[in-house]
């Protein structure tokens, strides 16, 4: 298969959390289309399957690839957690993940070699983020902790809620009684709550936003693959599969801009 600058970026998530992940590419990447896909008619992933999350992350993929994307980022840690490499080997195109880029931040981020990862059940529950950790520094110590409650409270908009912070604190305090010095957002919503988790966790904890790592990586992965798309007006489009005012008045809220046109895909 041919691909060309001028083609667009595919970015999917299972509903409207992997907008932080497109907000960061806009903002790091100005020139590039992005396709992002939400598939807000089965969204939450994190509870489901790992059999069910790859069937759709596949299904999902397929989509983007018949759209003449350039490149593939799977948004989601949940999809990125259980299906990466299905995903990758569908793929004639490279495919990039949150998780790789934020076990590769975290990483590099950690002194004392203590990393606290947060993220849904599934994501928590594959090990994926221990495997990729591990993979760059075999010697970090990972704790990590399921927090089922804190995507519907930011779908909610409670950003900055007691309810929200008496929520992060009740998750975070196993973490960071094992006195981790960086914690992962293995979740894309998590982002949305970096003020809140920081005044949590404290001063002393460095936060890794997956969004903006992978976005720098994706950065170098086009220029390295002379991909990059240089001019041209950034025309982004969205794919939902159901509810697409909810998503459209969520994701501005995300993406702090207009979100237009947002298509709805039947399967
Ligand atoms: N997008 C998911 C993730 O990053 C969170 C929402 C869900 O459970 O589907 O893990």
Redesign the pocket.
């Known amino acids: 298969m041919t691909t060309r600058p001028e083609f667009p970026i595919g970015v999917f ?3 409207v ?2 907008l932080t992940v497109a907000r960061a590419l806009m903002q790091r990447l100005p020139n590039e289309r992005i396709f992002y896909f939400g ?1 807000t008619a089965r ?6 399957s790992e059999e069910t999350i790859a069937h759709f992350a596949l299904q999902i993929a397929q989509f983007l690839l018949e759209k003449q994307v350039k490149l593939l980022i799977v ?7 259980v299906a990466a490499r299905a995903i990758a080997d569908l793929a004639p195109v490279p495919v990039l993940d ?1 998780i790789e880029a934020g076990a590769q931040a975290a990483a590099a981020a950690t002194r004392n070699k203590s990393v606290g990862v947060i ?2 059940l ?2 928590v529950t594959s090990g994926a983020y221990d495997r990729a950790i591990h993979r760059h520094d075999p010697a970090i110590r990972i704790v990590s902790q399921a927090c ?1 409650l804190l ?1 519907p409270l930011v779908e909610e908009g409670w950003l900055d809620h007691p309810v929200t912070r008496l929520t992060a604190q009740e998750y975070l305090a196993p973490v960071l009684a094992q006195s981790v010095d960086t914690l992962v957002l ?5 982002p949305l709550l970096k003020p809140l988790l920081q005044q949590v966790a404290g001063a002393g904890v460095r936060l890794v936003d997956s969004a903006e790592t992978v976005a720098a990586r994706t950065e170098a992965l086009l220029r390295e693959r002379g991909l990059t798309r240089t001019d041209g007006t950034a025309r982004h489009e969205f794919f939902v599969t159901d509810v697409p005012q909810r998503f459209q008045q969520i994701g501005e809220r995300f993406l702090g801009r207009a979100l237009a046109p947002v298509h709805v895909v039947k399967w």
């Open positions: 998530d299972s509903g959390g992997g598939d969204v939450p992933y994190g509870i489901k948004a989601c840690n949940t999809m990125a957690a949150v993220g849904t599934a994501t089922p995507v293995g979740c894309t919503h998590y």
